[in-house]
């Protein structure tokens, strides 16, 4: 039985203002994830409770409400503060209360902040607070002049009355910077400044890469995540001056008004104080405000772009199981070739060495055409790195006896993988080249239960993932890969401990739990005998189950979808229509025939109804599309064969804010620029393209000497309409 929790009004209040979503939906969804169901088991088999909220409805008001609790923390420790100096007071608690965001609460928190020494603290000790108040006052009555000399005291080191006229304007400056109202205006009217950046001086050789950034100026807020980002790491880099510019004197005007009471000289001195404020506190705080807040969600943006790059990744069409022999292509040190089995079992291993320096060609196609026919080959993976086309020119000339196909296969991490823990412990004997093969075969048979054994920050599909924030970035790429691994599903009986790690409701050992039972038991015969794995408890059970197919088991609906919970509906349809289950799924007229209002229960709606007749007509399907065949253009492999205006065959391998990297054959991605991806303006790429993608480009700009290439698919698209209709 699940714990009650509580939650308060003003959360939920601030998540619906965020979320736009139901009151109660949104205290379902936080009441089950506070017990420990994941997003994926939630939006799976909770649709009931929480309106059919999806995954990104969910990871939404799961991060609103980390985000609330964080200023909760932060609001304690305030409060906290205040208290220890003796300085709180009843509006002041009402205030810090009602605050729902850290800016808030730390411009409440300035007056109180503990400070070094300033030159405000300095004049508070020569005694000029009583002089600032006075002149604060701006009475018409006052003479500041003979009021400031009654200050004068050498023994303090105020000598004459501009020292303490000067003195009592830095007090003031900090009061004017520390006042709450203030500084939201100025916040507002920072929204409207520009992003200037410039070429620190002598470095303009040495930072040609960022030289578009020399001398530009433009919208803050408006300037796109990935020259924001691009900006932030030239200045990093000691190349580029990064500064925020506002309207100055809109900002000066802004303070006038709301300090300045009269045109006397008080007056006169409030307008000095307000100058030396905004230039040498509220100016300086406003801009690391905004340098951080821009960079923020510049962060967020590209977070964004390596989540959805990697989520089409992980979907990447499997070619299923098929036997595969896998080379890891080079020119020195040869090519290393793997056998695999239908389930990515290694059983083979050697080295040809088919290129230049030994040109062992005819030694190579041997070892390959007996390999295929010893190991019933029928795909042949090849990693596109270095000496990649070549390997695929060689195998592509070799003559099999039966049909033979040749992928090209992105090996972006696999060395990362060949180095890993993980593959120590699978393959302990090899050495890296091996493993490495290994995992190029594997990438083709399934991507997915390959590649969760990859960081995702190392699979190379990231736009300026080494300047985010590192844990922002691990969070969003772990959600992604647990949505991926939750909504393909895993074969209970063949899956590693890493994919099984990524099942909603498994722990890492857990996992290792699974494979070790199975190592001693053989396979899992049904989805119940999983509660004799150890440390798998009830909880567990609920949340995994749905997720984990048994492809033999003794009860059908295990290799469905159907959660354990939901089968005895299944059967009560069965009965009530006098068939068994096996009919029901292979009977579609039988199917439809299904009253479903008929059983709607206390624990299950018509959502879950819904999802259970889908999963009955499609038991156990692959969300993931049809695998299909790819090949460059023969004649083109390096880019030296590339000419302005060749209509050439690509594949998409990585999509940013600012457009898609294509490969076209010639071991160096070209870009597509958004502004070149179709005849419409659009805004995002990944309405125009998805990662693996067949695209037809055209050249339109070749730099040899930076080994750049620009393509063009709007081009492509214009000139074979052309040919089309002549």
Same mark, same amino acid.
């Given at each position: 039985?699940?714990?009650?929790?509580?939650?308060?009004?003003?959360?939920?209040?601030?998540?619906?203002?965020?979320?736009?979503?139901?009151?109660?939906?949104?205290?379902?969804?936080?009441?089950?994830?506070?017990?420990?169901?994941?997003?994926?088991?939630?939006?799976?088999?909770?649709? $009931?409770?929480? +309106?059919?909220?999806?995954?990104?409805?969910?990871?939404?008001?799961?991060?609103?409400?980390?985000?609330?609790?964080?200023?909760? #923390?932060?609001?304690?420790?305030?409060?906290?503060?205040?208290?220890?100096?003796?300085?709180?007071?009843?509006?002041?608690?009402?205030?810090?209360?009602?605050?729902?965001?850290?800016?808030?609460?730390?411009?409440?928190?300035?007056?109180?902040?503990?400070?070094?020494?300033?030159?405000?603290?300095?004049?508070?000790?020569?005694?000029?607070?009583?002089?600032?108040?006075?002149?604060?006052?701006?009475?018409?009555?006052?003479?500041?002049?003979?009021?400031?000399?009654?200050?004068?005291?050498?023994?303090?080191?105020?000598?004459?009355?501009?020292?303490?006229?000067?003195?009592?304007?830095?007090?003031?400056?900090?009061?004017?910077?520390?006042? =709450?109202?203030?500084?939201?205006?100025?916040?507002?009217?920072?929204?409207?400044?520009?992003?200037?950046?410039?070429?620190? $001086?002598?470095?303009? $050789?040495?930072?040609?890469?960022?030289?578009?950034?020399?001398?530009?100026?433009?919208?803050?807020?408006?300037?796109?995540? &990935?020259?924001?980002?691009?900006?932030?790491?030239?200045?990093?880099?000691?190349?580029?001056?990064?500064?925020?510019?506002?309207?100055?004197?809109?900002?000066?005007?802004?303070?006038?008004?709301?300090?300045?009471?009269?045109?006397?000289?008080?007056?006169?001195?409030?307008?000095?104080?307000?100058?030396?404020?905004?230039?040498?506190?509220?100016?300086?705080?406003?801009?690391?405000?905004?340098?951080?807040?821009?960079?923020?969600?510049? #962060?967020?943006?590209?977070?964004?772009?390596?989540?959805?790059?990697?989520?089409?990744?992980?979907?990447?069409?499997?070619?299923?199981?098929?036997?595969?022999?896998?080379?890891?292509?080079?020119?020195?040190?040869?090519?290393?070739?793997?056998?695999?089995?239908?389930?990515?079992?290694?059983?083979?291993? $050697?080295?040809?060495?088919?290129?230049?320096?030994?040109?062992?060609?005819?030694?190579?196609?041997?070892?390959?055409?007996?390999?295929?026919?010893?190991?019933?080959?029928?795909?042949?993976?090849?990693?596109?790195?270095?000496?990649?086309?070549?390997?695929?020119?060689?195998?592509?000339? %070799?003559?099999?006896?039966?049909?033979?196909?040749?992928?090209?296969?992105?090996?972006?991490?696999?060395? %990362?993988?060949?180095?890993?823990?993980?593959?120590?412990?699978?393959?302990?004997?090899?050495?890296?080249?091996?493993?490495?093969?290994?995992?190029?075969?594997?990438?083709?048979?399934?991507?997915?239960?390959?590649?969760?054994?990859?960081?995702?920050?190392?699979?190379?599909?990231?736009?300026?993932?080494?300047?985010?924030?590192?844990?922002?970035?691990?969070?969003?790429?772990? +959600?992604?890969?647990?949505?991926?691994?939750?909504?393909?599903?895993?074969?209970?009986?063949?899956?590693?401990?890493?994919?099984?790690?990524?099942?909603?409701?498994? !722990?890492?050992?857990?996992?290792?739990?699974?494979? =070790?039972?199975?190592? #001693?038991?053989?396979?899992?015969?049904?989805?119940?005998?999983?509660?004799?794995?150890?440390?798998?408890?009830?909880?567990?059970?609920?949340?995994?189950?749905?997720?984990?197919?048994?492809?033999?088991?003794?009860?059908?609906? +295990? &290799?469905? =979808?159907?959660?354990?919970?939901?089968?005895? %509906?299944?059967?009560?349809?069965?009965?009530?229509? &006098?068939?068994?289950?096996?009919?029901?799924?292979?009977?579609?007229?039988?199917?439809?025939?299904?009253?479903? #209002?008929?059983?709607?229960?206390?624990?299950?709606?018509?959502?879950?109804?819904?999802?259970?007749?889908?999963?009955?007509?499609?038991?156990?399907?692959?969300?993931?599309?049809?695998?299909?065949?790819?090949?460059?253009?023969?004649?083109?492999?390096?880019?030296?064969?590339?000419?302005?205006?060749?209509?050439?065959?690509?594949?998409?391998?990585?999509?940013?804010?600012?457009?898609?990297?294509?490969?076209?054959?010639?071991?160096?991605?070209?870009?597509? &620029?958004?502004?070149?991806?179709?005849?419409?303006?659009?805004?995002?790429?990944?309405?125009?393209?998805?990662?693996?993608?067949?695209?037809?480009?055209?050249?339109?700009?070749? +730099?040899?000497?930076?080994?750049?290439?620009?393509?063009?698919?709007?081009?492509?698209?214009?000139?074979?309409?052309? !040919?089309?209709?002549?």
């Amino acid at each position: 039985m699940s714990e009650k929790a509580e939650f308060p009004r003003q959360y939920i209040d601030a998540i619906i203002q965020e979320c736009g979503l139901q009151r109660q939906a949104i205290l379902h969804a936080l009441e089950l994830m506070v017990n420990g169901a994941s997003i994926p088991f939630i939006a799976r088999y909770r649709k $009931e409770a929480t +309106d059919s909220m999806d995954e990104l409805q969910l990871v939404l008001v799961r991060d609103s409400y980390l985000k609330l609790q964080a200023v909760d #923390e932060r609001r304690q420790a305030i409060m906290t503060s205040i208290l220890e100096q003796g300085k709180m007071s009843e509006p002041l608690l009402k205030l810090l209360q009602a605050a729902m965001s850290k800016v808030e609460l730390e411009d409440l928190y300035l007056p109180y902040k503990p400070k070094r020494k300033t030159r405000s603290s300095v004049a508070l000790e020569k005694g000029l607070e009583p002089l600032a108040k006075s002149i604060m006052g701006q009475d018409f009555a006052l003479d500041i002049m003979q009021e400031a000399s009654k200050f004068i005291d050498p023994s303090k080191g105020v000598n004459t009355v501009e020292e303490a006229l000067s003195g009592a304007r830095d007090i003031m400056a900090d009061w004017i910077n520390e006042t =709450a109202m203030a500084r939201n205006q100025i916040r507002k009217l920072y929204k409207n400044s520009y992003i200037v950046s410039n070429v620190v $001086e002598g470095m303009a $050789e040495q930072g040609a890469n960022y030289s578009v950034y020399f001398q530009r100026r433009e919208a803050l807020m408006k300037t796109p995540s &990935h020259r924001v980002l691009a900006m932030f790491r030239g200045e990093a880099e000691g190349f580029l001056k990064i500064r925020i510019e506002p309207d100055e004197q809109a900002c000066l005007n802004a303070l006038y008004f709301l300090f300045v009471k009269n045109t006397t000289h008080s007056g006169n001195q409030v307008a000095l104080a307000i100058k030396d404020s905004f230039k040498r506190l509220m100016g300086p705080s406003m801009e690391n405000e905004y340098r951080k807040l821009v960079k923020s969600k510049a #962060e967020k943006a590209a977070i964004k772009v390596f989540a959805k790059n990697l989520e089409q990744l992980l979907l990447a069409p499997p070619l299923g199981e098929k036997a595969v022999l896998a080379i890891d292509p080079g020119f020195r040190t040869g090519c290393k070739v793997v056998c695999l089995d239908k389930q990515g079992k290694l059983l083979h291993n $050697e080295t040809i060495f088919p290129h230049p320096p030994h040109n062992q060609v005819s030694l190579a196609i041997a070892k390959i055409l007996h390999l295929v026919e010893v190991y019933k080959i029928e795909a042949i993976a090849i990693g596109n790195g270095t000496a990649g086309r070549e390997t695929e020119d060689f195998i592509k000339k %070799i003559k099999f006896r039966s049909p033979v196909i040749a992928v090209i296969v992105n090996e972006s991490g696999a060395s %990362i993988y060949s180095a890993s823990v993980v593959a120590r412990e699978e393959f302990g004997d090899y050495d890296i080249t091996v493993r490495g093969a290994v995992s190029i075969g594997r990438r083709l048979l399934d991507p997915l239960s390959e590649l969760v054994k990859v960081d995702p920050k190392s699979i190379g599909v990231g736009q300026y993932q080494h300047d985010v924030d590192a844990t922002d970035l691990q969070v969003a790429l772990t +959600d992604t890969v647990v949505s991926c691994v939750n909504r393909v599903g895993v074969e209970l009986n063949t899956a590693s401990k890493e994919l099984l790690s990524y099942v909603s409701g498994l !722990t890492p050992t857990v996992a290792e739990n699974i494979v =070790a039972y199975r190592r #001693e038991n053989g396979p899992f015969t049904n989805r119940e005998e999983l509660k004799k794995v150890a440390r798998l408890g009830p909880k567990s059970f609920e949340q995994a189950a749905g997720f984990l197919r048994i492809a033999n088991s003794t009860n059908l609906l +295990d &290799h469905s =979808a159907v959660h354990p919970e939901s089968y005895y %509906i299944v059967e009560k349809m069965a009965s009530d229509l &006098h068939c068994s289950i096996a009919n029901l799924m292979m009977d579609l007229p039988l199917r439809q025939s299904v009253k479903l #209002e008929k059983y709607v229960d206390q624990k299950v709606g018509m959502p879950t109804l819904n999802d259970i007749m889908k999963e009955l007509d499609k038991p156990g399907r692959d969300p993931r599309t049809s695998f299909s065949y790819f090949e460059f253009d023969p004649k083109v492999r390096s880019i030296e064969d590339l000419e302005i205006g060749m209509l050439l065959h690509g594949i998409v391998t990585n999509i940013t804010a600012f457009g898609a990297f294509v490969d076209i054959g010639v071991h160096q991605d070209g870009l597509v &620029h958004v502004s070149q991806m179709s005849e419409r303006f659009i805004t995002d790429p990944n309405e125009v393209v998805y990662l693996h993608d067949p695209v037809r480009v055209k050249v339109i700009k070749i +730099d040899k000497i930076r080994h750049r290439v620009e393509l063009s698919m709007k081009q492509a698209q214009e000139m074979d309409a052309h !040919t089309t209709n002549n």
